[in-house]
């Protein structure tokens, strides 16, 4: 098994392949807007990112939100920074052999975030935000308004636990879809990928029982179209 150690303050990190991900050591097509020069160092912590909802979805638990990493490590911007870069490519790679065409190309997109962040609505794994050019008005945040039909946003996420064990994780996918696809969820139809390359859901379609809470959860902000959007403290400026 392909391993790679990176040294972090007070710990050793493994990284390791996962189901067909090899990490690779760099990554060429790292966008530009991720360099991280002159921002401050701090740890993520659960509450930087989106909060969870105050209501459940109907179903039962493990339907209810994302399988939670129970020992997911605390990073700075730089220390997430680095594990993506050597895992995104990869990533992408692996996810492409679903044959979905999201995850043959989101890594081309605009990506919104500095660096990664640890997500709770996401089971506190460590998260990137990319959206295709349809949906641009994304990097607005709050300001977005409706994105209109074909937008997709993606994000792809890698797991660091505190022994430090480094994984990949999924592919979630949203995209807006015609008028009347499915008012609860705002038209929104959601996908999830597996971190080695499997359709494990989509709404409306095979599986789609897996991805019901994610409808429940951007509910939440109905009110902005459905949208979560980047913590501040690793927020691309508009």
Request: hydrophobic share 50%; aromatic share 8%; net charge negative.
């Given at each position: 098994m392909l391993a790679r150690f990176f040294a972090l303050p007070g710990a050793l990190l493994l990284l390791t392949a996962a189901a067909g991900c090899a990490p690779t050591q760099n990554s060429s097509s790292t966008p530009a807007n991720t360099d991280l020069e002159g921002q401050q160092a701090q740890g993520f912590e659960d509450e930087l990112d989106e909060p969870l909802p105050s209501f459940s979805a109907q179903g039962a638990p493990e339907q209810q939100r994302h399988d939670r990493i129970r020992n997911s490590a605390a990073l700075t911007a730089q220390e997430a920074a680095a594990i993506y870069r050597?895992?995104?490519?990869?990533?992408a790679q692996t996810y492409a052999l679903s044959g979905d065409p999201v995850s043959a190309g989101y890594r081309d997109w605009q990506r919104f975030n500095t660096a990664p962040y640890k997500s709770m609505t996401h089971g506190r794994r460590y998260v990137s935000n990319y959206a295709n050019a349809i949906a641009r008005d994304y990097g607005k945040y709050e300001a977005a308004g409706?994105?209109?039909?074909?937008?997709?946003?993606?994000?792809?996420?890698?797991?660091?636990?505190?022994?430090?064990?480094?994984?990949?994780?999924?592919?979630?996918?949203?995209?807006?879809m015609e008028a009347g696809f499915n008012y609860v969820s705002g038209d929104w139809r959601y996908s999830m990928i597996s971190a080695d390359g499997v359709l494990l859901g989509r709404t409306k379609g095979a599986g789609?029982?897996?991805?019901?809470?994610?409808?429940?959860?951007?509910?939440?902000?109905?009110?902005?179209?459905?949208?979560?959007?980047v913590p501040q403290q690793v927020r691309l400026s508009p």
């Open positions: 050597a895992l995104a490519d990869d990533l409706r994105l209109p039909v074909g937008s997709v946003v993606a994000k792809d996420s890698f797991v660091v636990t505190e022994d430090g064990t480094v994984s990949a994780g999924p592919l979630f996918v949203m995209e807006k789609a029982e897996r991805v019901e809470f994610c409808i429940a959860c951007h509910l939440a902000v109905e009110d902005q179209d459905h949208l979560f959007f």
